[in-house]
């Protein structure tokens, strides 16, 4: 019986590996990325503290902003929210939440590249709990924050592929009259 169970430990792991199995938001990021220096316009905000507590879970060391490291200089986030649907009273039904924040990554000597993250939101507001909407609705955009910052780390992942292709070509990885965007994350 104990012989069973220790070729089971040992083949399961392989199996996993080779069904492409891993687990989930277990980056690697380029040798370039692993010691950085961030940077925001509100270094006490929500935004510039959850980034460096994700940066630093994922072993990530943050130095000085004058160590001539690869940058990341945190933008402006923005936050809002439309109306999509209405009752029969003419009172709001539901809105749409939208979170998005701007983020710039300069590595060595190319230039700064400029990437945005988004997370969607709806939200189905009942008029006869509105103090349990307003807890609600900041619950939501912390969580949408979360979810912008996990994107934000899936992007700088891909940045490895940037990275070689620039240093193959010997040029810059994307040229600056072109600002790549994150695909648009949908939850609902």
Excluded: W
Aim: some cysteine; charged content about 20%.
């Amino acid at each position: 019986m104990k012989k069973c169970q220790f070729v089971l430990i040992l083949l399961m792991p392989l199996i996993l590996s080779a069904c492409g199995f891993h687990p989930r938001d277990n980056f690697l990021f380029p040798a370039e990325l692993k010691t950085i220096s961030l940077s925001a316009s509100d270094e006490y905000g929500m935004l510039f503290r959850e980034v460096k507590d994700k940066l630093k879970e994922r072993g990530i060391k943050i130095v000085p902003i004058s160590t001539p490291v690869t940058k990341i200089a945190l933008g402006s986030e923005t936050y809002s929210s439309n109306v999509s649907a209405l009752y029969q009273t003419a009172s709001t039904a539901s809105y749409e939440l939208y979170y998005s924040f701007t983020y710039t990554v300069s590595v060595n000597e190319q230039p700064p590249q400029t990437f945005k993250a988004v997370a969607f939101r709806s939200y189905i507001y009942n008029p006869l709990t509105a103090l349990a909407s307003s807890v609600k609705k900041a619950k939501l955009k912390s969580e949408m924050r979360t979810t912008a910052i996990d994107q934000m780390l899936r992007q700088m992942a891909r940045l490895n592929s940037l990275i070689k292709n620039s240093e193959k070509q010997n040029k810059p990885a994307i040229s600056q009259d072109k600002t790549p965007t994150a695909p648009l994350v949908t939850l609902n």
